[in-house]
């Protein structure tokens, strides 16, 4: 694995069930997974869009977002 967010073939591979470059990107292309070649011809795929293809919602950190008012009068 490159990172946390991007996923190699050996992220990929035991997912798709595919070990060969052409079959891994033909899976990924059937299943509507967007991905970019790397410099040595294997794909590279964001988690976040392996996530969403396969239903995983985004997770409630918590995190509470208000709404705020801005005061336009006060930018210069």
Partial sequence: ???????????????AGHWRRGDLMDWLRSNSIPFVVAKNGWPRVHRKALERVLGVKPDDSGIEVKEIDFNFGAVK
């Fill in 1 to 15: 694995m490159i990172g946390t967010d991007i996923l190699t073939e050996d992220d990929l591979r035991p997912i």
